[in-house]
């Protein structure tokens, strides 16, 4: 296999470009000219080729069944210029800065002069490109083609350099899963219901103009003469508005609460829908007062659209209007898992917590194509399994050893709550159970357990209830609550730079000076130090830098473990499917993979995919999972 580096250069322009559009729309765009591509094959002197056409010929007389296709960014955007409008298909993708991303996260920076930087493989010149900003090839002056040359190789030499360095530091099945990550995205398999989307932007559009009409009139603002659109522009600029809102709640005698903004340091109104005091307005006893921040809730989610026009445009830009699937391989710094970008696949709502019916166009647009089917299959419950046996709860591990189709913890525990037989468990108990286990397996204090309650299971409880379940779920869990605290005895000599015995009864995760090692990768904990938090007045640690810094203690710790564990768990099922069946998954979720097939390969392929997802990691045999799945022909119809 041969090591092929590429580097684009395109047009680009104050009003063109990715600041401006997405990657996905920017790639296809008919503005959007190849300026030039160089092409470096293993240590070979780069070849620089300018002029789409160019290009293209020279593409079309290279063997790329045969390469390993690697540039840098290459996932998020020069593999969709490269596969859709040049055609290469090579054996494997690859992506420096995926590579980074898994090995520094957000340490040196990823892009790549801060890479070469950290490196030491040079400088990253990028004047030739800034010179020739809002230019056509046609427009170029000779001295501006040789300085862009001269660019075109150093970007693709240092890229090439980068990863040299970075191969030693990768495992070969992440290399594996970068290619799967990026055939998600370029080489997509489902089709879009774009009329189902379009009807849905635009009833959405109606009702939010009805609401915000509704809300001008019982907000008693003055709209006679108006139209019912200035009506709804007038009720948006105050909803939308921190200030005018605040100013209007004072008009009707609400003391209205404030924070300081950890932007400027001064004080703003709490009006945000993450801030305690905002949620409190919408349950408050003045009617008009809990609909006035219901309105504003309202007004300011504009989730649905922006996804639904992200998800058109990016079905648009597609050669064959097909649906591509942008998602970030090792999105998660901490724990290495996906994350989603554009129009975020990953976290594709059921609905719209906002609307009066149930939302779930964008799921119902992912459509498999004639002929064919889309196959779901999920790690039932993988978080929760990894937490119980990574700590050896018995009664747990029992569970799902006699059963492990039907173990039902929420039920088990919602049974020792309420002290009542596992068969009489009613539903609502049940509920207070799963909620329970979803929100306490990571250290959530009683006010905590309260909040994700009622915003999770839209369960109300009291705060004695509260702090009875925290109780009686950690003292029916104690091996967890132990491991928490092992987690936080860990962490004062990871600060001192040692390296420890593993925290877990496996021998599975040790703590290191930078992060915790694992059986299949590292959760980094770069720049770990004590610092004290102000607003709380203590002492706490924390870890990265600037933006992403982060606290961290025993019970958060827990959670990486978890996650970055469950995240491995999926991985290789994904890559055991792909070695049995030759599929590379059309959709990546948490606990999910998805794929479209021939509808009669379906229910072979969805058994072929829940006996590997049944079947316990080589590296945890112990580890009892299960999986559940269904046929559709949408990805929204599957169960």
């Known amino acids: 296999m041969r090591i092929a580096t590429v580097d684009l250069e395109t047009y680009w322009a104050v009003g063109h470009s990715l600041t401006k559009m997405s990657p996905i729309k920017y790639c296809m765009h008919p503005e959007t000219e190849i300026i030039s591509c160089a092409f470096k094959f293993d240590d070979e002197p780069t070849v620089v080729v300018f002029g789409e056409q160019a290009v293209i010929d ?113 495992r070969k099945d992440e290399v594996k899963l970068i290619d799967m990550t990026i055939r998600m995205l370029i080489e997509p398999q489902f089709e879009a219901n774009t009329p189902l989307l379009v009807d849905t932007l635009a009833e959405e559009s109606i009702r939010k103009q009805a609401m915000l009409v509704k809300a001008a009139s019982v907000m008693g603002f003055d709209t006679s003469g108006m139209t019912d659109d200035e009506s709804a522009a007038a009720a948006l600029t105050v909803l939308s508005s921190a200030f005018k809102f605040a100013a209007f709640l004072r008009t009707i005698g609400v003391d209205v609460p404030t924070k300081i903004s950890a932007t400027t340091g001064k004080e703003i109104p709490a009006l945000a829908k993450t801030d305690e005091a905002f949620l409190a307005l919408q349950e408050h006893d003045d009617p008009l007062v809990a609909m006035a921040a219901a309105a504003r809730l309202d007004a300011k989610s504009t989730i649905l659209q922006t996804r639904i026009q992200a998800f058109l445009d990016a079905s648009d830009a597609h050669p064959t209007k ?18 989603g970008w554009g129009y975020n696949p990953q976290n594709l709502p059921r609905v719209n917590p906002y609307a009066p019916k149930p939302s779930d166009a964008l799921r119902k647009s992912l459509v498999a194509p004639p002929g064919y089917n889309v196959v779901v299959a999920d790690l039932s419950g993988i978080e929760l399994r990894v937490n119980h046996f990574l700590w050896q709860v018995p009664s747990s591990m029992k569970l799902f050893q006699d059963d492990p189709e039907k173990a039902d913890l929420y039920k088990d525990f919602a049974s020792r709550l309420y002290n009542v037989p596992f068969a009489e468990v009613t539903k609502e108990q049940r509920q207070v159970g799963k909620v329970a286990h979803l929100g306490l397996g990571f250290q959530a204090a009683p006010k905590t357990f309260q909040k994700v309650a009622r915003l999770m299971g839209g369960v109300d409880i009291t705060e004695q209830e509260s702090e009875t379940i925290v109780e009686q779920w950690r003292s029916n869990y104690r091996e967890i609550k132990q491991g928490w605290g092992k987690c936080q005895d860990a962490l004062p000599s990871m600060m001192r730079g040692s390296e420890g015995a593993a925290i877990d009864p496996w021998g599975m995760v040790h703590p290191t000076p930078t992060g915790l090692q694992t059986p299949k990768g590292f959760i ?102 299960w999986s559940e799945g269904d046929i559709a022909q949408t990805y929204g119809d599957a169960k």
């Not at 955007?77 to 957000?106: E, Q, V, Y």
């Not at 890479?115 to 030491?120: D, P, R, T």
């Not at 203590?538 to 810094?549: A, L, N, Q, T």
Request: glycine fraction near 6%.
């Open 58 to 170: 020279y593409c079309n007389k290279i063997d790329w069944s045969q390469c390993w296709v690697v540039g840098h960014n290459l996932s998020g955007f020069d593999a969709m210029i490269l596969s859709w409008r040049l055609n290469i298909k090579p054996l494997l993708w690859g992506c420096t800065l995926a590579m980074a991303r898994s090995i520094h996260a957000k340490d040196v920076g990823l892009s790549l002069a801060k890479l070469v930087a950290h490196y030491k493989l040079g400088y990253k010149d990028q004047s030739a490109l800034i010179a020739t900003k809002g230019k056509h090839l046609c427009d170029f002056t000779e001295q501006e083609i040789a300085e862009m040359s001269t660019y075109n190789v150093a970007d693709v030499d240092q890229c090439y350099r980068l990863l040299r360095r970075l191969i030693p530091q990768t």
């Open 524 to 625: 980094r904990y770069p720049d770990l130090r004590k610092e004290h938090n102000e607003k709380f007045d203590k002492d706490e640690i924390v870890y990265g830098h600037k933006r992403s810094k982060a606290s961290i203690y025993g019970g958060k710790m827990v959670e990486n473990i978890v996650q970055h564990l469950a995240r491995c768990v999926i991985a290789d099922n994904a890559l055991s499917v792909q070695a049995v069946t030759g599929l590379n998954p059309a959709l990546m979720v948490h606990d999910e993979l998805v794929y479209v097939v021939p509808q009669a390969a379906a229910q072979t392929t969805l058994d072929t995919v829940q006996n590997i997802m049944r079947t316990p990691p080589t590296w945890w045999p112990e580890l009892i999972t």
């Open 322 to 339: 097909k649906v591509p699937i942008p998602l970030k391989y090792y999105g998660a710094d901490t724990t290495g898992r996906w994350s």
